[in-house]
Nanobody, 118 residues
């Protein structure tokens, strides 16, 4: 059974940090690019960071660049998102996504809530 399970969300104050984890099971994790997305109330889901298979490259949205760091541990099929200097506008449900281009496969986790109070 394919699983992506996010954890690490919570309620923090402005300027504090959180580390999100995304634990995978049921597929060949090494072959997949892993992305973090977020969706705030009444807003569309947006991609905020991605790490490619083999950690060859990382990408960040401008809104989180310099504050968030993505990493992966292929030995333990887990991806992390270190979030520093959190702001109220970072409040959202955070999802991880595993994507393989060929053969095409795409999996989503159930999300974890991050709330940043001012």
């Amino acid at each position: 059974e394919v699983q992506l399970v996010e954890s690490g969300g919570g309620v923090v104050q402005t300027g504090e940090s959180l580390r999100l984890s995304c634990a995978a099971a049921g597929f060949r994790f090494d072959d997949y690019n892993i992305g973090w997305f977020r969706q705030a109330p009444e807003k569309e889901r947006e991609g905020i960071s991605c790490i490619t298979s083999g950690s060859a490259a990382t990408y960040y949205a401008d809104s989180v660049k310099g504050r968030f760091t993505i990493s992966r541990d292929d030995a333990n099929d887990t991806v992390y998102l270190q979030m520093n200097n959190l702001k109220p506008e970072d409040t959202a449900v955070y999802y991880c996504n595993a994507e393989r281009f060929w053969p095409r496969e795409d999996y989503w986790g159930q999300g974890t809530q991050v709330t940043v109070s001012s």
